[in-house]
T-cell receptor
Framework: EAGVAQSPRYKIIEKRQSVAFWCNPI?????LYWYQQILGQGPKLLIQ????????DSQLPKDRFSAERLKGVDSTLKIQPAKLEDSAVYLCASSRRGLGLDEQYFGPGTRLTVT | DQQVKQNSPSLSVQEGRISILNCDYT??????FLWYKKYPAEGPTFLISISSIKDKNEDGRFTVFLNKSAKHLSLHIVPSQPGDSAVYFC?????????????FGKGTKLSVKP
């Protein structure tokens, strides 16, 4: 079974530029998550999708961050415009049903550096 | 306001000995707890979990203990191996398993010396 795929693995941009990250979850997984992990911190949930609907986006800075999951499979996370404090690793995860008892499988992450 | 706290940023143990990683939480609504392991440049991988109706769960060399009255859980690794060297994250969720939203601690970096 293929794991969660993310691209790019690394990205360096200047502040005020835009950036997009892509995630392909494990086949058949209904739930997809985007986390932000700042250096020295644990992952923080940004948004959770159940199929192509948003379940929780309470911690997503909606003035600059947006995410979509068209057709309930792949997802993109966009930052526009980026700020210095957005430098972090962005992790995508998926699970079968999105219940607390479901294991979340994480991708390798995209390391974003904003200069 | 950290709901899940891992107060030890790092831990070093000798190969073959026991590693004990600790985690405290403040939200009494949490009812499901997990430990994830993370190697550099990789995403976290699930290690072991425990429901609040239990006080212990064991899987091979890994055992998680839950003390609900103290709002404390710990991960025991016996015996520790050099390959266990990684960052360990404690995570919690609430809602009787109906929510997938995990709250993570900051992690503890474990180093197992040969």
């Amino acid at each position: 079974e293929a794991g969660v795929a993310q691209s790019p693995r690394y990205k360096i941009i200047e502040k005020r530029q835009s950036v997009a990250f892509w995630c392909n979850p494990i086949s058949g997984h209904a739930t997809l998550y985007w986390y932000q992990q700042i250096l020295g911190q644990g992952p923080k949930l940004l948004i959770q999708f159940q199929n192509n609907g948003v379940v929780d986006d309470s911690q997503l800075p909606k003035d600059r961050f947006s995410a979509e999951r068209l057709k309930g499979v792949d997802s993109t996370l966009k930052i526009q415009p980026a700020k210095l404090e957005d430098s972090a690793v962005y992790l995508c995860a998926s699970s079968r049903r999105g219940l607390g008892l479901d294991e979340q499988y994480f991708g390798p992450g995209t390391r974003l550096t904003v200069t | 306001d950290q709901q899940v706290k891992q107060n030890s940023p790092s831990l070093s143990v000798q190969e073959g000995r026991i590693s004990i990683l600790n985690c405290d939480y403040t939200n009494s609504m949490f009812d499901y707890f997990l430990w994830y392991k993370k190697y550099p440049a990789e995403g976290p991988t699930f290690l072991i979990s425990i429901s609040s109706i239990k006080d212990k769960n064991e899987d091979g060399r890994f055992t998680v203990f839950l003390n609900k009255s103290a709002k404390h859980l710990s991960l025991h690794i016996v015996p520790s191996q050099p390959g266990d060297s990684a960052v360990y994250f404690c995570a919690a969720s609430e809602g009787g398993g109906s929510q997938g939203n995990l709250i993570f601690g900051k992690g503890t970096k474990l180093s197992v010396k040969p």
